[in-house]
């Protein structure tokens, strides 16, 4: 008996304070309508108070890119706050480097908008649109990546930049996730998007993106991504991707040269066995065509005896090292695996090139502006 | 039934029966929230309000319900007493939360992970247990509370002052910090036995 009285008092009374609680909060937290003002009042959005500024910009069709669905994890939703943030929160600090505190950015998922805001966001993420789309074809291109190309219904083109990626919907048990995968087609096909799935083991976006069929319906958002081709066609392009991170690459150098068709450019693609390559006819089919365009593979992995392979063999950075002389003005995209970056990265800074002028992207297992070109990150 | 009256009580809870300094009640946040003077008023102000306020609810809940006499439960279901003052408490501390972030989101930054802490401040329950120890009446209750969360506030803006003066000193390096810190309130805690025997609330 006692022991049901207690129950019953212990119980009621948490019962009671909860919701004393919830109506506090309803009443409390009441911030009414707040205006936030983006890049100096080119537009202003008026926004019920109490929700992250990274939900409201959602909300609002403005579609600061996230990973992490506002965990404050994955860094991606930094804009500028010129007023009306409050102090930086001990949960940004480890986001956000000295230079971006002092110029006042900020993670959007971290921000409750308690009053009026004055934000900036880069012009480029005010053009980020969501894009319905549909399945064109999909071609399995090895044995664990599929070549998937989504022909878009609304808004029917996207103008991208080579190196971009977008931002893929997924559903999953806990709702939709978003997950970032490159662009691998070229700019010039504005009406279609193409990308390269690796297939990870319990993935959720990547098991979905493998299982979708002809027709099916995809949503995403898009183009993200920061990196800029040098527009100098004198400048040297060299692409070094690494196992499933052809993606950007391949956008690249069919951009590239369709744009300009003389300019030099190289691609590296280093995989494990014969059985991982992919795209290499197509490429060497460019190759013929541009004269200046140059192709590699490199085979990490021992071949098999009497395997046929007129490529290179060993670890990519050291075909790099062969076929690059020094001194050339260059610019270089990284995309692969952590290592490989790195040891690519060694070998570019010795043939002289400035780190400024090395973009890479490391499918987001070093740096949190890098998972990009997402390829796997798809986890 | 303790007849000592609302008023001695509340100058014994600032002095003599200080909560940081005689019961050692409270000593986390006491440490580590007294750099700046801002946030030691601030939350000196929080601590004080939420014991008056708890020891109220607190009262009426032990009262009202646990004891065996209670109008509203038979029972004797003090056994309880524990969970549920912590659990009042922690909504308590809520609602405060709310109401600080609402209208002083300065003073609701500059407290940060230490007001939800408040939830888990010993001198908070330890005033709820002496209440219950001491068999104060409401009147006497609140006043004790009311002059726990004073003398919490008191102790923490001198410890504050001190250590803001001391920012000036050039001491040894392994006394820096909160080792000093710690000397500096046990001189203090000395100091305070000084109002030992001026009022007495057993």
């Known amino acids: 008996?006692?022991?049901?009285?207690?129950?019953?008092?212990?119980?009621?009374?948490?019962?009671?304070?909860?919701?004393?609680?919830?109506?506090?909060?309803?009443?409390?937290?009441?911030?009414?309508?707040?205006?936030?003002?983006?890049?100096t009042g080119e537009r202003v959005l008026e926004i019920e108070g109490g929700q992250t500024l990274l939900?409201?910009?959602?909300?609002?069709?403005?579609?600061?890119?996230?990973?992490?669905?506002?965990?404050?994890?994955?860094?991606?939703?930094?804009?500028?706050?010129?007023?009306?943030?409050?102090?930086?929160?001990?949960?940004?600090?480890?986001?956000?480097?000295?230079?971006?505190?002092?110029?006042?950015?900020?993670?959007?998922?971290?921000i409750k908008v308690r009053g009026d805001l004055e934000i900036r966001i880069p012009e480029e993420i005010l053009n980020v649109q969501l894009y319905s789309a549909e399945v064109e074809h999909t071609r399995d291109l090895t044995y664990d990546t599929k070549e998937i190309r989504l022909r878009l219904l609304e808004p029917p083109a996207i103008e991208h930049r080579p190196g971009q990626y977008i931002q893929i919907q997924a559903p999953s048990p806990q709702g939709p996730v978003w997950r970032a995968y490159s662009i691998s087609s070229p700019v010039y096909e504005p009406n279609a998007v193409e990308l390269v799935v690796r297939l990870v083991p319990g993935g959720?976006?990547?098991?979905?993106?493998?299982?979708?069929?002809?027709?099916?319906?995809?949503?995403?958002?898009?183009?993200?991504?920061?990196?800029?081709?040098?527009?100098?066609?004198?400048?040297?392009?060299?692409?070094?991707?690494?196992?499933?991170?052809?993606?950007?690459?391949?956008?690249?150098?069919?951009?590239?040269?369709?744009?300009?068709?003389?300019?030099?450019?190289?691609l590296f693609f280093g995989c494990r066995t014969t059985r991982d390559i992919y795209y290499l006819d197509e490429f060497r089919e460019l190759a013929k065509e541009h004269p200046n365009f140059r192709v590699v593979y490199a085979l990490s992995e021992e071949l098999e005896?009497?395997?046929?392979?007129?490529?290179?063999?060993?670890?990519?950075?050291?075909?790099?090292?062969?076929?690059?002389e020094p001194g050339v003005k260059r610019q270089a995209f990284l995309c692969g695996p952590p290592v490989m970056i790195e040891a690519v990265q060694d070998v570019l800074a010795a043939k002289g090139l400035e780190p400024d002028d090395v973009f890479f992207d490391d499918f987001g297992l070093a740096a949190p502006p890098a998972r990009v070109a997402g390829l796997v990150g798809a986890v | 039934m303790n007849d000592t009256s609302a008023l001695v009580i509340f100058v014994a809870a600032v002095f003599t029966n200080n909560i940081l300094l005689t019961y050692f009640l409270g000593m986390c946040s006491f440490l580590a929230?007294?750099?700046?003077?801002?946030?030691?008023?601030?939350?000196?102000?929080?601590?004080?309000?939420?014991?008056?306020?708890?020891?109220?609810?607190?009262?009426?809940?032990?009262?009202?319900?646990?004891?065996?006499?209670?109008?509203?439960?038979?029972?004797?279901?003090?056994?309880?007493?524990y969970i549920i003052f912590i659990a009042v408490i922690a909504a308590f501390v809520q609602l405060v939360e709310m109401i600080i972030e609402r209208f002083s989101p300065r003073l609701y930054h500059a407290l940060g992970i230490f007001l939800p802490l408040i939830?888990?401040?010993?001198?908070?329950?330890?005033?709820?247990?002496?209440?219950?120890?001491?068999?104060?009446?409401?009147?006497?209750?609140?006043?004790?509370?009311?002059?726990?969360?004073?003398?919490?506030?008191?102790?923490?803006?001198?410890?504050?002052?001190?250590?803001?003066?001391?920012?000036?000193?050039?001491?040894?390096?392994?006394?820096?910090?909160?080792?000093?810190?710690?000397?500096?309130?046990?001189?203090?805690?000395?100091?305070?036995?000084?109002?030992?025997?001026?009022?007495?609330?057993?």
Request: aromatic share 10%.
């Open chain 1, 55 to 110: 939900e409201a910009l959602n909300g609002r069709e403005i579609y600061v890119p996230s990973a992490c669905g506002g965990q404050g994890t994955c860094g991606y939703c930094k804009v500028t706050v010129s007023s009306g943030g409050g102090p930086v929160l001990p949960t940004e600090r480890p986001l956000l480097d000295r230079k971006e505190i002092r110029a006042g950015v900020r993670l959007a998922c971290r």
């Open chain 1, 305 to 324: 005896p009497e395997e046929p392979w007129d490529g290179e063999t060993g670890f990519i950075h050291l075909a790099v090292d062969k076929y690059l």
């Open chain 2, 119 to 202: 939830t888990v401040n010993c001198a908070i329950l330890g005033v709820a247990l002496f209440m219950v120890t001491f068999q104060f009446t409401l009147f006497q209750a609140v006043a004790f509370g009311f002059g726990g969360g004073v003398g919490w506030t008191l102790v923490i803006v001198l410890l504050t002052g001190l250590r803001q003066k001391m920012g000036y000193a050039n001491l040894p390096a392994p006394f820096r910090g909160v080792a000093i810190t710690m000397i500096v309130t046990g001189v203090m805690a000395m100091a305070y036995m000084g109002f030992a025997g001026m009022v007495s609330i057993q």
């Open chain 2, 33 to 81: 929230c007294s750099r700046r003077f801002e946030t030691a008023i601030g939350l000196g102000a929080a601590v004080t309000f939420v014991l008056t306020s708890t020891t109220i609810l607190n009262y009426g809940i032990y009262y009202g319900i646990l004891v065996p006499e209670a109008p509203l439960c038979a029972m004797d279901l003090t056994h309880l007493q």
């Open chain 1, 204 to 266: 959720i976006a990547s098991t979905y993106l493998h299982n979708l069929k002809e027709g099916d319906p995809v949503t995403f958002t898009g183009p993200f991504g920061e990196f800029r081709l040098n527009e100098d066609p004198e400048t040297e392009i060299v692409c070094v991707a690494g196992g499933c991170g052809m993606a950007p690459v391949k956008n690249i150098i069919y951009s590239l040269c369709h744009r300009w068709p003389g300019r030099s450019c190289r």
């Open chain 1, 1 to 39: 008996m006692i022991y049901l009285a207690s129950i019953l008092v212990f119980g009621g009374l948490l019962v009671a304070l909860a919701a004393f609680l919830v109506v506090a909060e309803r009443f409390l937290l009441d911030y009414g309508v707040c205006q936030v003002s983006i890049n």
